[in-house]
Nanobody, 119 residues
């Protein structure tokens, strides 16, 4: 059974940076795509970024392009989301997820970490 635990959220001012981490348990981390999603109050959960199993390719939703960087360390079973130039509209609960490569489907989710950007 895979478990995902996010950390690194917090309160930051506009223009600041945060790095989120997601530690995975289980022996299959390296074989799966990892993604970050977020959900703001009153809004649907949305895709933020994803990285392929090898770490060779990454994908970003438009809001984070040029500001966010997703990476993974398969030796540490950890995926990261570096967020720079944060804006108040980035305020949300951020979730990491593990999924099947090439399907867009994520079967395992973390509990989420709150990111709050003050104006």
């Amino acid at each position: 059974q895979v478990q995902l635990v996010e950390s690194g959220g917090g309160l930051v001012q506009t223009g600041g940076s945060l790095r989120l981490s997601c530690a995975a348990s289980g022996p299959t981390f390296s074989g799966y795509v990892m993604g970050w999603f977020r959900q703001a109050p009153g809004k649907e959960r949305e895709f933020v970024a994803a990285v392929t199993s090898s770490g060779g390719s990454s994908y970003y939703a438009d809001p984070g392009k040029g500001r966010f960087t997703i990476s993974r360390d398969n030796a540490k079973n950890t995926v990261y989301l570096q967020m720079n130039s944060l804006k108040p509209e980035d305020t949300a609960v951020y979730y990491c997820a593990l999924g099947q490569e090439g399907t867009g489907s994520y079967g395992y989710w973390g509990q989420g970490t709150q990111v709050t950007v003050s104006s």
